[in-house]
T-cell receptor, first 116, second 111 residues
Framework: ETGVTQTPRHLVMGMTNKKSLKCEQH?????MYWYKQSAKKPLELMFV???????ENNSVPSRFSPECPNSSHLFLHLHTLQPEDSALYLC???????????????FGDGTRLSIL | KNQVEQSPQSLIILEGKNCTLQ??????????LRWYKQDTGRGPVSLTI?????NTKSNGRYTATLDADTKQSSLHITASQLSDSASYIC??????????FGTGTRLTVIP
């Protein structure tokens, strides 16, 4: 139990479907992150939220839409995805994103997404 | 260019043996160097975080070292156990709060 829960754990969807990934953290953290992890590639940061405000969007295609209603919940809304979007999507949280922050990120176990 | 390179890509060792994983980083301005362990089907778990002023940090049987001059870090695992089988990811953080991830070393411990 890492304190960060992601649902669903697995998701198979067609390219025309709309689905959402959910992340919830029980650690009292103020920062939350979405990452994409593809085989044999480094983790790719997608979005960062600090105190519910989006502070970073790493040139992510608009077919990925994040939502952070409060500091404990983070969603990733998906629509018209492409086969290359198949990957493990990881959510993480940390105390905050302060400059020179030496705090660890706590990761969920991810959603394995497959696009047909 | 900010980047993190890890070696080897994969490693197989016998249970009870020690091993060392390597990480070369080019991260500027440097803030800290992190090691994570990622079990198959799970998210990464933080092992150590070292700042510029720290050259070694331990977490149980895991010991990380940092050489800021050569921009190298290593993760030493002592008396390996089957549960150490995982991917180990090195991450460099800049002062601007950007994280740069390596591709990981896949460690397999066999009985």
């Amino acid at each position: 139990e890492t304190g960060v829960t992601q649902t669903p754990r697995h998701l198979v969807m067609g390219m025309t479907n709309k689905k959402s990934l959910k992340c919830e953290q029980h650690l009292g953290h103020n920062a939350m992150y979405w990452y994409k992890q593809s085989a044999k590639k480094p983790l790719e940061l997608m979005f960062v939220y600090n105190f519910k405000e989006q502070t970073e969007n790493n040139s992510v295609p608009s077919r990925f839409s994040p939502e952070c209603p409060n500091s404990s919940h983070l969603f990733l809304h998906l629509h018209t995805l492409q086969p290359e979007d198949s990957a493990l999507y990881l959510c993480a949280s940390s105390q905050d994103t302060g400059v020179y922050s030496n705090q660890p990120q706590h990761f969920g176990d991810g959603t394995r997404l497959s696009i047909l | 260019k900010n980047q993190v390179e890890q070696s080897p890509q994969s490693l197989i060792i016998l249970e009870g043996k020690n091993c060392t994983l390597q990480c070369n980083y080019t991260v500027s301005p440097f803030s800290n160097l992190r090691w994570y362990k990622q079990d198959t089907g799970r998210g990464p778990v933080s092992l150590t975080i070292m700042t510029f002023s720290e050259n070694t940090k331990s977490n149980g049987r895991y010991t990380a070292t940092l050489d800021a001059d050569t921009k190298q870090s290593s993760l030493h695992i002592t008396a390996s156990q089957l549960s150490d089988s995982a991917s180990y990811i090195c991450v460099g953080q800049t002062g601007a709060n950007n994280l740069f991830f390596g591709t990981g070393t896949r460690l397999t411990v066999i009985p």
